[in-house]
């Protein structure tokens, strides 16, 4: 098995990235071509970086309403006590250093035919190319009662930050003997391993500090990615835990109804439990600035394979969550490779340097207990309609326990890689 490193990373993370060059101090010159980015996470903090460092002479902009990214890859770990929140906090320094503009603020509107985008503070900023990598934005009303304030009670920890600190509060200063509720989202979402990570990392955190306590899971889906591996891991490690309840034909145990005052969760088939802490992620859609742009259809926005440009609007990309990447999953991982291709065309586009047929890759590891994950993965490549897997892998049910140790240690090695890479760190 390939262990991955942090220099390993960048080499393996796709193709595209070669076409960066060295990188020069560098002067605004007037008439430069403008790229502004908005989203300044997995998406677009790797876009900025490898426009700027493979084109200097362009004027990068990244707009990005949060002063410091908290990743949501590694935030369960943080849950389950094996991160800091700190190390999983990062800042912008690197880009700027670089001389790409970052800007935190809201992007508020864009307009396609003047190209430009306005923000919230005021401003408005003209482009030739935009990209926007936006991420999620939630639909809390697909359950009744659940709302951005019901959320303070009740977290989703789905957009990390103060979410995630917050979950992570509930259940440390819950009571032993407790219930957590996770209701995980209906497909398409953010991560699709994520919330089995989290049943896990919550798991081995109630095991070791709140051994009477249990937790729930309520899930709108049938079946969930890498199910056999984390089956197999919650009866090794949880077992008398975790109580699974999937959905069925009646859709029973899709969770319709919260109350943040009661804590009480309620599902389709009538059950009632009262929480002790309730995790309720809802479904989601493309963040809101995508939608303003008249990039989605329907939730989300579809994409040209090739290049990860707007298949409605032009001049635009839109790369991450927020875009239809068909087999690829919503990931970090996959927004950072789709980055390296979006780079790869803003800069063969802007700025003339060779362009490079398109490669992506995507890996999700998940933490299932202590030097004990699970990863599954594949390549891709730009098929005529839709992003094709070219191969793919997947840990093994009963893989012995140097296996599970070395495929942690490739997680270590990636989060290292990907951070680095998104903030230009050096
Ligand atoms: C619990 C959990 C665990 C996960 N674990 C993994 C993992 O192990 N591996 C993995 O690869 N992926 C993982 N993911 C998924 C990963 O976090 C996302 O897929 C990834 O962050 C998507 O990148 P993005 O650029 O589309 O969006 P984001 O990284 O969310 O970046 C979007 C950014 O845009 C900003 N923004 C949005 N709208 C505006 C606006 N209008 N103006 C200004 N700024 C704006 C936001 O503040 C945000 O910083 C996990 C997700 C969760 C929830």
Known sequence: MTKINRRE???????????????????????????????????????????????????????????????????????????????????????????????HDLASDVDTQKRSVTLKGGDELNYDKLVLSPGIDLKYDTIEGYSPDAALVMPHAWQAGAQTQLLRRQLVDMKDGGTVVLAPPPNPFRCPPGPYERASMIAHYLKYHKPASKLIILDPKRKFSKQPLFEEAWQAHYDGIIEVKLTNDIDENRVVRVDA?????????????????????????????????????????????????????????????????????????????????????????????????????????????????VKVGASYTAGDKAVDVTSKFISKPGEDAAVRAQTFQESLGWYAGITADMFAKV
């Open 261 to 373: 005052n009661t804590m009480e969760v309620e599902t389709k088939g009538g059950e009632r439990i009262k929480a002790s802490v309730a995790n309720i992620v809802p479904a989601q859609k493309a963040g809101m600035i995508a939608h303003q742009a008249g990039c989605a259809k329907g939730d989300w926005c579809p994409i040209d394979p090739a290049s990860f440009e707007s298949a409605l609007v032009n001049d635009v990309y839109v790369l991450g969550d927020a875009s239809i990447a068909a087999k690829m999953p919503k990931s970090g991982f996959s927004a950072n490779s789709q980055a390296k291709v979006v780079a790869n065309d803003i800069q063969s586009k802007l700025a003339g340097k060779k362009r490079f047929p398109a490669r992506y890759r995507n890996t999700c590891w998940s933490l299932v207990a202590t030097n004990d994950s």
């Open 9 to 103: 990373f960048t080499k393996l993370a796709g193709a595209a990235a070669a076409a960066s060059t060295s990188v020069g101090t560098f002067a605004y010159a007037q008439g430069n071509k403008r790229v502004v980015i908005v989203g300044g996470g997995a998406g677009g903090a790797t876009v900025a970086h490898h426009v700027k460092k493979g084109a200097p002479e362009l004027d990068v902009t990244l707009i990005e309403v949060q002063p410091k990214y908290t990743t949501c890859f590694f935030s369960n770990l943080y849950l389950g006590g094996f991160r800091s929140f700190q190390s999983i906090t990062h800042e912008y320094t690197g880009l700027e250093k670089l001389g790409v503009k970052v800007v």
